[in-house]
């Protein structure tokens, strides 16, 4: 399974959504959105990029979430995505402190 596959998956499953339902709400006609999800989420065909923003928005995590391999570093993207702006800067801080 590719890296984008499982996390697709595991984003959709984590909102609640059906395929169907993630594939409308991205875009998708209703009668193939199924079906096309159903192929990422295989790994049989991979969406072009404006689709994956589209599928971004609707699950609420950034782009790079679907292309992390590591599931810690995918983890952070998706929680430093959510954080209030003020909180990322803290959080920017606190990592530059730690690596200093």
């Known amino acids: ?18 395929q169907e339902r993630l594939g409308v709400l991205a875009g998708i006609d209703e009668m193939s959105s199924s079906a096309r999800m159903n192929q990422y989420e295989k790994a049989k065909h991979e ?5 994956v923003e589209r599928i971004a928005k609707v699950l609420d995590v950034p782009e790079s979430y679907f292309y992390a391999k590591d599931d810690e570093a995918a983890w ?24 200093k």
């Open 76 to 99: 952070l993207i998706v929680e430093f995505h959510r954080m209030m702006p003020a909180n990322r800067m803290k959080m920017v801080e606190v990592a530059k402190a730690l690596l």
């Open 47 to 51: 969406p072009d990029f404006s689709m």
């Open 1 to 18: 399974m590719s890296v984008f596959a499982k996390r697709l998956k595991e984003a959709r499953c984590r909102a609640g959504l059906s």
